[in-house]
């Protein structure tokens, strides 16, 4: 799923566009043991409720892509009967009104999800019927000639609330509040089938994890049979890695501040495109070789890449770029400029040392003291 499809189903949960059918759901306490179940036409709830739960089914949809929310295909093993894909497709079939299939999924999902602490697992089913589009992109709601028939599971971390005084509008008095328990917003579930070209794909899913680095390895591979990729942290330490060890010796300032400048470049080329922009095993390679002074420093490059990314797997530029600053960093010194400002940043040898050289222009503050630099073009 890209952006614009993720934010189209995402749309859907409003009270004016609302297509859920039912809510379920088990809430598991400390001690990893269910205590009690949820079983709801949707629209019957209070409305009160029903906002309180799409902030809840939003959020599961919010993030980055690539980063919070990644794309993930069952393997042709993974679809056989009795399998984790034919349970979601007799929950949906069943509109989530089989005990036994519900009671499955909670078992499953406990099994797999390492997680202290309580926490509330929500399972909602929903029927959107896909408006047509004409050719300037504009919705046709009289065109609809699919329904995407979907589930989307969410678990959220149920806390107690912090102990304060409150005020008790009926007696007028200050007083001890009561403290209780609190559903908080998801840090992790999926939408299921994906909503892939505008149509449904029964063999791919949408994950989404709060912490972009922590996934939760077990729900993916064990529960759903799915391939973990690498977390955003990963593939930015790997292609570091590829980096430092391809160009070697020269590997410095000023080719990394040309490499930088490149993915930046790309992501701006790319921002209004709805998939994430990725590079593949030959776009990194041919990055790294306009770097580098000697063909042989990227004959190992195929081995290195294997070892550290896989043999096919996208990395994602966003996840390698830092769009917000540019970063020096020394044991002893931080320095950090915009962006679009790194050509500022030099380096130069000053009394045989290497140093970093930035131009002193316009209003320059010490501590929040405006200093004068009495000619000084550079420090």
């Known amino acids: 799923m890209n952006k614009k499809e993720i934010s189209e189903i995402k749309k859907q949960f409003t009270q004016s566009n609302c ?11 400390g001690e990893g043991e269910r205590k009690a179940d949820i079983k709801e036409a949707f629209l019957s709830l209070p409305e009160e409720e029903m906002f309180k739960y799409f902030e809840i089914f939003r959020k599961n949809l919010s993030g980055t892509l690539g980063k919070n929310l990644i794309n993930l295909e069952f393997p042709l093993a993974a679809e056989n009967e009795g399998s984790t894909h034919d349970l979601l497709l007799r929950l949906r079939e069943s509109r989530l009104t089989d005990d036994l299939l519900l009671d ?15 926490f509330l697992i929500l399972l909602i089913h929903s029927v959107y019927d896909i408006p047509g589009k004409s050719t300037d992109g504009s919705e046709l709601f009289d065109a609809s000639d699919e329904v995407y028939d979907h589930l989307l599971c969410t678990v959220c971390p149920v806390k107690l609330t912090k102990p304060g005084l409150c005020y008790n509008t009926a007696e007028g ?19 299921f089938p994906a909503f892939n070209d505008r149509s449904t794909d029964i063999h791919s899913l949408l994950f989404y ?8 390895s077990r729900l993916i591979e ?21 980096v430092e060890e391809t160009l070697g010796d020269g590997c410095d300032f000023e ?18 495109n709805p998939e994430p922009l990725t590079l593949s095993r030959s776009e990194v390679r041919s990055l790294l070789s ?18 550290t990314a896989g043999s096919d797997m996208p990395i ?13 960093r020394t044991p002893d010194v931080i320095v950090q400029v915009k962006p679009e400002q790194a050509a500022l940043v030099e380096t130069r040898i000053l009394d045989g040392r290497p140093c970093l050289v930035i131009p002193l222009g316009g209003q320059v503050e010490v501590n929040g003291i405006c200093i004068h630099t009495n000619g000084r073009e550079d420090i």
């Open 173 to 191: 008095v200050i007083q001890n509040r009561i403290r209780d328990w609190l559903v908080e917003l998801p840090i992790t579930g999926f939408l």
């Open 290 to 307: 306009e770097h580098v002074a000697d063909e042989e420093q990227l004959s190992d490059f195929e081995r290195r890449y294997e070892e």
């Open 316 to 328: 994602l530029v966003s996840n390698l770029a830092n769009t917000r600053k540019f970063e020096i």
């Open 104 to 118: 499955s999924f909670y078992d499953q999902i406990l099994e797999n999800l390492d997680m202290e602490g309580s």
């Open 19 to 29: 297509a859920i059918t039912r809510v379920c759901g088990c809430y598991v306490d």
């Open 222 to 242: 064990d529960f759903l049979r799915c391939a973990l990729p690498m977390a955003a942290n990963s593939q930015k330490e790997t292609f570091n890695t590829l």
């Open 255 to 272: 080719a990394v501040k040309a490499i930088h400048e490149q993915l930046a470049e790309r992501l701006e080329e790319a921002k209004e």
């Open 209 to 216: 994890s709060k912490d972009a680095n922590l996934f939760p």
